[in-house]
């Protein structure tokens, strides 16, 4: 019997694309793992789809069988790479109150990737967004409270499921609670085992009843479900709760071993060791792959209970994959410009059915009579692009020029009382902000240097708000308008643009992203 094999089977290992198409030996790497026995991937790289198609379609013939892939696209291709449509977020389908329109969302969200070859996505978020000081899960989570999730996330398997990609409820038992990033170090969730079964695990178990393919086990330390000096997702315990409790027969997998709250306390070999032992069927992202294949391979060859649930991981696993592979789309889609204009169209309807609003004062619909002047608050320096892409939209709708700036905390006294001249004429103020959750940033809140610096823009002049991410920055950012987008995609800064300026429609040709 070939261990390694056997070990390798069950192990996701990261595949970054960037790389691949870039660096031999990265491919020589991934090869490697491939004669080894790995046979599934999980995809990352901002790069355009037929990178990703090329590749995928290179390592099938590798193989000289088709690998499985996955990736997350909670809300879409967008997520991971540089094309395909990019969706409200799940926080913002949760805010349009009807369950059907996240449905479709999905729906075309497993087309796009399907067709791509990903026919895996890890989603939906089943996380209870109830501590609005998480940095980690947001605007990923449907919304504050059971019900909303529950209903959103089972509308979003169904989707999915309707074309043949596999789902995952994430993160059990629930990552809503915490102020912790489980990138970086371990969240504690002091509740009791009541309260976690009478909230955090109801969204999971309306995704079981749902048709749920897998449930990823979240980087968590709970001590009243018993998970020990270990995270949940390395605990029997806590996969005894889907297994014996909750009835759940699909996968089970932890989240990401090479994240900090794994990684610091644990090498790969134990990790892989350990995540096997609590019970997962797939161990995902192991950091140094090779040791967490030897690690199980050298774990199964002497311990004949866990070469058995191996055994049934396996069957398990490719009982799924095969499904799948199998269930193929339907005929009547093709996947070409005006596929994925449509799609866009669409993305905008629901962000705009998404959008709250507070007024204080009337100020829109804006118009060139006013004199405007635009800041975009940074929380990460890539975030410049999704503000750049709607102060644009806003010149567009308005067909004329304002003066805009970009500002994070690094912004230098001098230049600050550069942009208070600048603005001495304006007569109203659009402060845009972006900050959302992002992995191992750890923060997303707004500090007092930035609230200082919104104060001494304002000089008394009316000001409009848009949260385009964490909608919990409002409480303390007054203004004569608000509003929150729940959500930085596309669609969701074009929906804002049309609120302030009152088009209809943006033009076309601004939708299309390929």
Known sequence: MDYSKLAASIIMPRLQVDKYVGFDDYKFYIKRLIDQGINSFCLFGRVNLEDVRKTINELNNYAEKDLFYSADLEFGLKMRFNEGTGFPHAMSLGKTADYKLTFLVAQLIAQESKNLGINWNFAPVCDINSNPKNPIINIRAFGEDAETVGIHAAAYIKGMNEMGVLSCAKHFPGHGDTDIDSHLDLPIINKSKVEIYNNEILPFIKAIENGVDSIMIGHLSIPSLNTMHYPASLSKS??????????????????????????????STIAAELALQAGNDILLLPEEVEMAIEGVANLIKKDANLLKQVESSIDRINSKFEWAKNK??????????????????????????AIDLTVKEILTPLDNEKQLAGFAFLQKDEDIIQASTFFNFMQQALQSDFDFAYINENIEEKDLLGLKEGIVDADILIFAYFYKSHAYQGDIGFTEKLYSITQRLAMGKPIINIFFGNPYLSDNLPAELTIKTFSDSLSSLASATMVLTGKKLINDDNLNMN
């Not at 806590?238 to 306390?265: C, E, H, Q």
């Not at 889609?333 to 705009?352: G, H, T």
């Open 238 to 267: 806590v996969n005894d709760i889907l297994r014996k409790d909750l009835k759940f027969d699909g996968i089970i997998l932890p989240d990401a071993l090479d994240m900090n709250s794994v990684s610091n306390s644990f090498d």
């Open 328 to 353: 193929k789309l339907p005929d009547n889609i093709e996947f070409n410009q005006d596929y994925y204009l449509k799609n866009e169209k669409f993305s905008l309807q629901v962000a705009r059915k």
